[in-house]
Nanobody, 119 residues
Framework: QVQLVESGGGLVQPGGSHRLSCAASGSIFSINGMGWYRQGPGKERELVATITSGDSTNYADSVKGRFTISRDNAKMVFLQMNSLELEDTAVYYC??????????????WGQGTQVTVSS
Protein backbone atom coordinates (compact mmCIF):
# COMPACT_ATOMS: atom_id res chain seq x y z
CA GLN A 1 0.00 0.00 0.00
CA VAL A 2 3.06 2.23 0.34
CA GLN A 3 5.77 2.36 -2.27
CA LEU A 4 9.14 3.99 -1.85
CA VAL A 5 11.35 4.67 -4.84
CA GLU A 6 14.92 5.76 -4.27
CA SER A 7 17.17 7.39 -6.83
CA GLY A 8 20.56 9.01 -7.05
CA GLY A 9 22.96 6.23 -6.28
CA GLY A 10 26.24 5.97 -8.13
CA LEU A 11 30.01 6.23 -8.08
CA VAL A 12 31.55 9.24 -6.36
CA GLN A 13 35.14 10.22 -5.72
CA PRO A 14 36.37 10.75 -2.16
CA GLY A 15 35.65 14.29 -1.07
CA GLY A 16 32.85 14.60 -3.56
CA SER A 17 29.16 15.28 -3.09
CA HIS A 18 26.05 13.35 -4.00
CA ARG A 19 22.32 13.60 -3.43
CA LEU A 20 19.83 10.81 -2.84
CA SER A 21 16.07 11.13 -3.28
CA CYS A 22 13.17 8.99 -2.14
CA ALA A 23 9.57 9.37 -3.23
CA ALA A 24 6.72 7.86 -1.24
CA SER A 25 3.38 7.00 -2.79
CA GLY A 26 0.27 5.01 -2.00
CA SER A 27 -2.58 5.26 0.46
CA ILE A 28 -0.70 7.61 2.77
CA PHE A 29 -2.79 9.75 5.12
CA SER A 30 0.10 11.25 7.02
CA ILE A 31 3.83 10.84 7.47
CA ASN A 32 5.34 10.93 10.96
CA GLY A 33 8.96 10.46 10.04
CA MET A 34 11.35 9.74 7.22
CA GLY A 35 14.90 8.56 7.24
CA TRP A 36 17.92 7.08 5.56
CA TYR A 37 19.76 3.96 6.63
CA ARG A 38 22.73 2.22 5.06
CA GLN A 39 24.39 -1.16 4.95
CA GLY A 40 28.04 -1.32 4.06
CA PRO A 41 29.91 -4.44 2.88
CA GLY A 42 29.96 -6.98 5.69
CA LYS A 43 28.15 -4.64 8.05
CA GLU A 44 24.71 -4.45 9.57
CA ARG A 45 22.19 -1.84 8.51
CA GLU A 46 22.68 1.39 10.45
CA LEU A 47 20.88 4.68 10.85
CA VAL A 48 22.23 7.59 8.84
CA ALA A 49 19.69 10.36 9.42
CA THR A 50 16.05 10.89 10.27
CA ILE A 51 13.62 13.78 10.02
CA THR A 52 10.23 14.16 11.68
CA SER A 53 7.09 15.81 10.40
CA GLY A 54 8.12 18.81 12.48
CA ASP A 55 11.51 18.89 10.72
CA SER A 56 13.51 17.73 13.72
CA THR A 57 16.59 15.91 12.50
CA ASN A 58 18.91 13.29 13.91
CA TYR A 59 22.23 12.14 12.48
CA ALA A 60 24.68 9.35 13.07
CA ASP A 61 27.91 10.67 14.56
CA SER A 62 29.82 9.44 11.52
CA VAL A 63 27.94 11.75 9.14
CA LYS A 64 27.29 14.83 11.29
CA GLY A 65 28.45 17.98 9.55
CA ARG A 66 28.74 16.19 6.20
CA PHE A 67 25.24 14.91 5.43
CA THR A 68 21.96 16.82 5.45
CA ILE A 69 18.51 15.28 5.43
CA SER A 70 15.53 17.26 4.17
CA ARG A 71 12.00 16.69 2.99
CA ASP A 72 9.34 18.45 1.02
CA ASN A 73 5.55 18.50 1.13
CA ALA A 74 5.27 16.09 -1.77
CA LYS A 75 6.21 13.01 0.27
CA MET A 76 9.84 13.11 -0.72
CA VAL A 77 12.95 12.89 1.40
CA PHE A 78 16.47 13.80 0.36
CA LEU A 79 19.98 13.12 1.61
CA GLN A 80 22.68 15.57 0.61
CA MET A 81 26.05 13.94 1.13
CA ASN A 82 29.19 16.08 1.14
CA SER A 83 32.84 15.29 1.82
CA LEU A 84 32.21 11.65 1.04
CA GLU A 85 34.63 9.11 2.46
CA LEU A 86 35.46 5.56 1.42
CA GLU A 87 33.61 4.36 4.52
CA ASP A 88 30.37 5.86 3.19
CA THR A 89 30.22 3.15 0.54
CA ALA A 90 26.99 1.28 1.16
CA VAL A 91 23.52 0.49 -0.02
CA TYR A 92 21.33 3.35 1.19
CA TYR A 93 17.74 2.63 2.16
CA CYS A 94 14.88 5.06 2.55
CA UNK A 95 12.44 4.54 5.42
CA UNK A 96 9.06 6.19 5.89
CA UNK A 97 6.53 5.71 8.66
CA UNK A 98 3.08 7.10 9.22
CA UNK A 99 -0.63 6.39 8.85
CA UNK A 100 -2.64 5.02 5.95
CA UNK A 101 -6.07 6.33 5.06
CA UNK A 102 -7.58 3.45 7.02
CA UNK A 103 -5.60 4.75 10.02
CA UNK A 104 -3.35 1.70 10.07
CA UNK A 105 0.27 2.45 10.80
CA UNK A 106 2.88 1.71 8.19
CA UNK A 107 6.64 1.33 8.32
CA UNK A 108 8.07 0.96 4.85
CA TRP A 109 11.48 0.51 3.26
CA GLY A 110 12.75 1.33 -0.17
CA GLN A 111 14.60 -1.15 -2.33
CA GLY A 112 17.97 0.45 -1.69
CA THR A 113 20.39 2.38 -3.87
CA GLN A 114 24.13 1.75 -4.09
CA VAL A 115 26.57 4.55 -3.34
CA THR A 116 30.21 3.72 -4.00
CA VAL A 117 32.95 6.10 -2.95
CA SER A 118 36.13 5.29 -4.83
CA SER A 119 38.96 6.99 -6.65
Amino acid sequence: QVQLVESGGGLVQPGGSHRLSCAASGSIFSINGMGWYRQGPGKERELVATITSGDSTNYADSVKGRFTISRDNAKMVFLQMNSLELEDTAVYYCNVQGLLYNRARFYSWGQGTQVTVSS
